[in-house]
């Protein structure tokens, strides 16, 4: 059995304030640590190379993202999930498009939107699968 390396943290590498951080992605090919700030819809990027001083707002968004990962063969964006669905974003500016919504028209007019959120999701490094999540707003029962 080989030994485990062990770190004692004892203080915040980069030290944001995030509202609810998550959802954090590691992109091979720059070295960049990608997340969200799911509360105040946030796209952030930092490079591990150069540390915190390199953190951006890549841009605040108008939707809440819950979940990213890299799609194979595109440097330029990558899919998200979220509370209203499935998109795919550009990695420099923050645009994005839908892929597929959740909730149709009818589930929208139903309250749908307002009884559920955005939870959380993961990617498999291994395998390219992956999962997001919606769940009930218990305020909004």
Not at 54 to 60: A, G, N, P, T
Not at 62 to 72: G, N, P, Q, R
Not at 95 to 120: P, T
Request: hydrophobic share 30%; glycine share 10%.
């Amino acid at each position: 059995m080989t030994d485990v390396k062990q770190y004692e943290i004892t203080e915040p590498w980069l030290k944001l304030h995030c509202a609810l951080g998550e959802a954090p992605f590691w992109e091979e090919s720059t070295n960049t640590l990608r997340f969200v700030d799911v509360e105040k819809q946030e796209l952030h990027h930092v490079s591990l190379a150069q540390g915190p001083s390199s953190h951006k707002i890549v841009k605040q968004n108008d939707i809440c993202i819950t979940v990213t990962a890299d799609i194979e063969g595109n440097d330029k964006e990558f899919i998200f999930g979220g509370k209203y669905g499935y998109g795919v974003c550009n990695r420099e500016t923050g645009e994005y498009r839908w892929i597929k919504k959740v909730w149709n028209e009818e589930e929208v007019k139903a309250g749908k939107l307002e009884k559920f959120r955005g939870n959380d999701g993961a990617v498999d490094s291994g395998g390219g699968s992956g999962w997001d999540s919606c769940s009930t707003r218990w305020s909004a029962r």
